[in-house]
């Protein structure tokens, strides 16, 4: 018989099989650098296809004089040097959540500090993670379609077969998905890296007939280009603007995949000085007077000879940057689900050895069905760009207000400095927001309405879940202590090896029991011999890297059998395999149980959730919107890796959500 006090075991994250967790880069620095410039940098180094003609031949409608040249190329270089050179690689890349990046990273960074004054701030990153998906669906569109427009500055003879092109092209690229990124993965890299040696050389040539483009160094050209524009002429100037910039939140998302150090490699070696180059071609050629061929300045820096051949390695490096926002919205509802923000949707893994390429059905059709709409329906890449930015300019802003908080609690950077740094650059990302919400009729609303969709479902699933915890929670009024004595006090057992999920820790007698135990006693009149309760938790971090599992025996005896309370803990980066800890525990004689799952019995409860009866009218909306989002969502036993060898055995159990 067991002492009177339960006794704990925790144990770190190791399971016996040599199986370890955590995150570190493979390869070495150069693989890492060059694969970092065919991930991270697709979307920023295809924008030269579309940003500068929005200022010139776009709704701006600025006459290229050779000051406004100057003035537009100045902007954009500083743009680029303030915004991703200056905040994104060097600040924000060091703002790492045990080596990830990305919106939930700084969700995860801020969540501990919730109850001192960040809930609103928690709640603004959820939005930042909707307005990425809504730029997901964009970037594909308006990348691909830039790229193909190219043909028609080739010949007018394929202007009408730009859409339908652009169109098949997307849809291969969403059809073959499910097979994964690994296989044309590897070719990312060196494909980005012929291309920004390519848009760099194009640039470089045309600088050398018009050197004079190169006054465009100077930040005065473009200050003085905005303060003669006008108020509206400015606004339209910053809302295009931002286009040079989109993409460059991807370094920090991509964090995770490949470290800091090669993501600022890469950029400062060759992502930064191609852009450069070719933005200050493109000056150069208009300060030259030439005809811009087909509407599209970026195609005329080409000689004729080479258009066609450009035309085609730009549609593979747009095509690259696709895939690359692809993974990334799959990377971003991996991890909402993993924080408990979004439905358990069924993912794929498209990898046997790289747990983070995955592959989501409905979200792999909702970014295409998305796409072939916008590409359909807005018809051009110049007219697309006014859907473009806001979103952008929403993630920007955001990060840049959530890290006066790290810089203050993780850097410990004093009040003055913080505000030296980062009121500047956020003034500078609201100005930019600012001036993109003047598209809003224009298409700025369809990234804003996908964000704001995605919102409202993480905020209800969150809400949901929450509710749905307390009323099953509520249900329970028995405690470990009475449970223990029952067991105790038994004369007979079914005899079974019994899980039961908890819904909260079992650590202390004062603890209560999952109503399921009550249920079946009232079932069977008796308990399991060994009965194994499993309370799965999910802190808001990437990887746990130290007390995986914490065992608190309540009660245990060679010939009355257990009960035992296992609280199993996984990051929200990581695979919660469940069934793969328990069988370690068991095979080392931890918890009783046999060492095979399929000699188990696992005992789960579908809860028949009920409306209170006097909620009101919204409340019982959003219920209503949560029983939807339950359908979608896989049960918990399933994503734990408990539905495949082990028995089941699942009780319907109402319970009222007030």
Not at 383 to 407: D, H, K, Q
Not at 634 to 658: C, D, F, T, W
Request: glycine content about 10%; overall charge positive.
């Amino acid at each position: 018989m067991n002492d009177s006090g339960p006794k704990r075991k925790v144990r770190p994250a190791i399971v016996h099989d040599g199986a370890a967790p955590g995150h570190a880069p493979h390869g070495g620095l150069a693989a890492l650098t060059i694969g970092a410039i065919g991930v991270v940098y697709g979307d920023i180094g295809t924008s030269p296809l579309y940003a500068i003609d929005q200022i010139f031949l776009g709704p701006a409608g600025v006459a290229p004089t050779p000051d406004h040249v100057l003035g537009a190329i100045s902007l954009a270089i500083w743009t680029i040097i303030l915004i991703v050179a200056v905040k994104y690689a060097i600040l924000v890349l060091a703002a790492e959540n045990d080596g990830e990046g990305g919106v939930f990273a700084l969700y995860g960074l801020l969540h501990r500090y919730k109850k001192q004054g960040t809930q609103l701030m928690l709640w603004s990153l959820m939005l930042g993670a909707g307005l990425l998906l809504g730029d997901g669906m964009i970037t594909p569109a308006i990348s691909v379609l830039s790229a193909v427009e190219g043909l028609d500055v080739a010949t007018p003879a394929f202007a009408a077969s730009v859409i339908p092109i652009t169109v098949t092209l997307l849809t291969g690229l969403f059809a073959i998905q499910f097979k994964g990124a690994s296989r044309i993965g590897v070719v990312f890299g060196p494909i980005l890296l012929v291309w920004f040696v390519v848009i760099a050389a194009l640039g470089a040539v045309a600088i050398a007939r018009e050197p004079a483009i190169l006054m465009a160094f100077n930040p005065a050209y473009g200050a003085a280009f905005l303060l003669q524009a006008g108020f509206r002429e400015a606004i339209l100037i910053l809302s295009v603007l931002i286009l040079v910039v989109t993409g460059g939140e991807a370094m920090y998302a991509d964090l995770g995949h490949f470290g800091a150090r090669p993501i600022r490699i890469g950029w400062f070696t060759v992502v930064f000085p191609a852009l450069l180059l070719n933005y200050l071609g493109q000056g150069a050629y208009l300060l030259g007077g030439a005809e811009i061929a087909g509407g599209k300045l970026f195609y005329s820096l080409a000689p004729a000879p080479l258009l066609l051949p450009l035309v085609v390695l730009a549609t593979m490096a747009t095509i690259v940057a696709s895939q690359a926002l692809i993974s990334g919205a799959f990377s971003l509802v991996s991890q909402a689900i993993g924080l408990g923000l979004l439905p358990r949707l069924d993912i794929l893994h498209t990898h046997r050895h790289h747990a983070g390429q995955i592959y989501i059905p409905i979200v792999n059709w909702g970014l295409y069905l998305g796409c072939i709409g916008l590409v359909i329906g807005f018809g051009s890449s110049s007219a697309l760009a006014a859907a473009y930015g806001l979103a952008v300019a929403g993630v920007m802003l955001i990060t840049s207000f959530a890290m006066f908080a790290i810089a203050r609690r993780y850097w410990q950077w004093g009040v003055a400095l913080t505000t030296l740094v980062w009121v500047p650059l956020t003034a500078l990302n609201g100005a930019f927001l600012i001036a993109s919400s003047v598209k809003f009729l224009e298409g700025g609303f369809v990234p804003l309405s996908v964000g704001v969709a995605a919102f409202l479902t993480m905020a209800t699933w969150r809400w949901g879940r929450k509710a749905t915890f307390a009323a099953y929670a509520a249900r329970s009024t028995m405690t470990m202590a009475e449970l223990v004595r029952l067991h105790r006090a038994g004369t007979s057992f079914i005899e079974r090896n019994a899980l039961i999920m908890a819904p909260n820790p079992l650590r202390h007698p004062t603890d209560r029991a999952p109503a399921l135990v009550g249920l079946l006693l009232e079932r069977y009149g008796v308990l399991p011999r060994n009965l194994i309760l499993v309370e799965v938790t999910h802190p808001k971090v990437p990887y746990v890297h130290d007390n995986r599992y914490h065992i608190t025996v309540f009660a245990r005896d060679r010939e009355r059998g257990s009960v035992i309370g296992v609280e199993l803990r996984f990051g929200f980066m990581e695979e919660p395999n469940v069934e793969r800890y328990l069988e370690s525990m068991a095979r080392h004689r931890e918890i009783d149980l046999p060492p095979h799952p399929s000699q188990w019995i696992v005992h789960v409860s579908h809860e028949n959730l009920l409306p209170a009866r006097h909620m009101n009218p919204l409340r019982r909306l959003r219920f209503r919107l949560f029983l939807l989002l339950r359908r979608l969502s896989r049960p918990a036993y399933y994503a734990y890796h408990l539905g495949n060898e082990v028995q089941l055995s699942a009780e319907i159990m109402p319970v009222k959500v007030r």
